[in-house]
């Protein structure tokens, strides 16, 4: 009889997928394969992804009629709610079939979660590939007994919960590769794994649980990676939790992709920017703009916290590589902030923010601390007066430092942070701004104070509103400056939007028509500013550019869409000085 098994994903946006349930189909399938089980004929194992967005009731449908034999749900901080949420349900929809729950938010409190939830078998705890292929295998015979499977707390026939030990981990070159079909995969991050662990002890991060770091072989991964170049997949996401934690494994993979690369593909790498060495920074700063993006995690810069929190890290030689990198203008830098830490007050964290901030990387991300569950941090909640919400994912609310009022006050730097500094969209605009304040933490506290009080937070926006907005924050607190300002939004806003229709920030042009004329018209002839356009006619040339006059600076600024930055997304300006 064949039996039907359907591991579940409900990714928190239609752009991501979930590696786990690939991963666990493709061993499974490869085991009951290489075995030449009497399951491997009768067993068909599909995979269901989904997303948080959707509405429970379709997500139930779609799975009803799957009519799964065995039902597995893979469960994370982002989607655990809804989860929960349908399993009620479907015990009552599908109730000969079998639920199990797997992944890091249910394998550390298996037992009580079974206690809450009774329409659900068992959990499986840590790696999954083997221990789901045990149960794939296991679960064709109605009467097989699973006292002796490691990894798993389960009711037995008894409804007893049974709580098995851990599985020891895998030698990852026994995970088959999981992608052989990149057509769903289009217009979606593909991630990818060349190690697991962690050396370090971070005591917020689940990795650093398992200090057995494991890697895949180049030669298995060299082969891989080739046949995303070769499919033309836009970005892999490695989801290695230190890529560079051993230098000559980091360094083969950064040679291959450099030497192969395809002129398309982006590779995603998180780092510890302070083991970087001189060959790695070398070869980093050869490659081609766009083709690696680096996320690296500072977390905090206060030597207290950084201590506690058991991290290891050189904040200089951090400070040093990351500003090497970003000299090269070619790799897209994402630095990484926890609001929240013991020992962090309101203050320290400010100067943690400068800190950062003076790196100039391309996305500051403040992100606040998430109590994980398994985590050294769950365990020391009360020594650090540490209140987070019971929901997931679990963020910090107070600590004996950061009232909860502080932590809202961050709240308010955190959204202005990612409005106008992660998006790139105001960057001279912002150059102004920051001479104004003390600090680029001071500046962001004040312009969340200014949204508050005009209730702006409260409201959607769309994009050129947020162009007006700031120029009324700065016309309100630095009104010698408002032209200034002015002249600055135009600029930003058309460095990155080939817009026709005029914005209401800019008023009106105050390029003088005629002149504009004749520059296309002699452009179109001699093409002494736009390369690469022989045969286009003056309108041809409008359509891909614009032109814009700044009367501060007595100048023109063509600006050109044809070659945007690979880092930034922005157009070219060239600056036209007028002939006097």
Request: proline fraction near 4%; charged fraction near 30%; charge should be negative.
């Amino acid at each position: 009889m064949m039996r039907k098994i359907v591991l579940v994903a409900v990714n928190a946006k239609y752009i991501h997928s979930n590696l786990a349930v690939y991963s666990l189909k493709a061993y499974a399938d490869a085991r009951l394969r290489r075995r030449k089980s009497p399951a491997s004929g009768t067993v068909e194992i599909e995979i269901g992804e989904y997303t948080i967005n959707q509405q429970p009731d379709g997500i139930m449908e779609d799975i009803y009629k799957r009519r799964p034999d065995l039902l597995c749900f893979s469960c994370y901080i982002w989607n655990i709610r809804m989860i929960r949420e349908l399993l009620p349900e479907l015990g009552k929809v599908l109730p000969d079939t079998e639920i199990w729950l797997g992944g890091p938010e249910v394998s550390y409190d298996p037992v009580r979660l079974l206690e809450q939830l009774p329409q659900v078998t068992g959990i499986m705890k840590g790696e999954g590939e083997e221990t789901f292929a045990v149960l794939a295998e296991r679960k064709t015979d109605p009467g097989a007994d699973l006292a002796d499977v490691e990894g798993i707390t389960w009711r037995d026939s008894l409804g007893q919960i049974q709580d098995h030990p851990w599985r020891q981990p895998l030698d990852l070159d026994e995970i088959p590769f999981v992608y052989q079909d990149m057509t769903d995969f289009r217009h979606r991050i593909v991630y990818y794994e060349s190690s697991r662990g962690c050396p370090f002890s971070c005591s917020y991060c689940l990795s650093s649980i398992d200090k057995r770091i494991r890697f895949r072989s180049l030669q298995l991964v060299k082969k891989e990676l080739q046949f995303f170049l070769d499919a033309g997949t836009g970005q892999v996401k490695f989801v290695d939790r230190t890529f560079n934690c051993r230098h000559d494994h980091a360094l083969e993979i950064w040679k291959y992709i450099s030497s192969h690369d395809n002129g398309v593909t982006n590779f995603h790498f998180e780092i510890s920017a302070d083991l970087l060495n001189g060959e790695e920074l070398a070869l980093i700063r050869s490659m081609r703009p766009g083709l690696i993006q680096l996320e690296i995690g500072v977390q905090s810069t206060n030597p207290e916290t950084i201590k506690e929190i058991r991290r290891t890290m050189d904040l200089g030689r951090l400070e040093e590589n990351v500003k090497r990198l970003r000299e090269g203008r070619n790799v897209h830098q994402h630095l990484d902030l926890i609001a929240g830490l013991p020992q962090e007050d309101l203050e320290s964290f400010s100067r943690s923010f400068d800190r950062v901030y003076a790196l100039r990387p391309d996305q500051l991300q403040l992100g606040f601390l998430k109590v994980l569950k398994g985590s050294r941090m769950e365990t020391m909640k009360e020594a650090y007066g540490l209140l987070c919400r019971d929901i997931p994912p679990y963020e910090v609310l107070s600590t004996r430092w950061l009232s909860y009022g502080d932590t809202l006050i961050l709240k308010g730097v955190e959204e202005m942070t990612e409005l106008y500094y992660n998006s790139g969209q105001f960057r001279t605009a912002l150059e102004l701004l920051e001479r104004r304040e003390p600090s680029p933490f001071a500046l962001y506290r004040r312009l969340a104070d200014f949204y508050e009080k005009r209730a702006l937070d409260q409201m959607q926006h769309a994009r050129a509103v947020r162009y007006e907005i700031l120029l009324d924050f700065a016309g309100e607190n630095w009104p010698e400056d408002a032209e200034e300002m002015r002249e600055r939004l135009i600029f930003d806003y058309y460095l990155r939007e080939n817009a026709k229709s005029r914005p209401a920030f800019a008023g009106e042009s105050r390029a003088d028509s005629r002149w504009v004329r004749s520059f296309y018209e002699t452009e179109a002839r001699e093409h002494r500013y736009l390369t690469g356009c022989g045969g286009m006619d003056k309108n041809q040339l409008r359509r891909m550019t614009h032109l814009e006059f700044f009367p501060l600076k007595g100048e023109y600024v063509l600006f050109d869409y044809r070659e945007r930055d690979p880092l930034t997304n922005d157009g070219r300006g060239i600056h036209i000085a007028i002939e006097k």
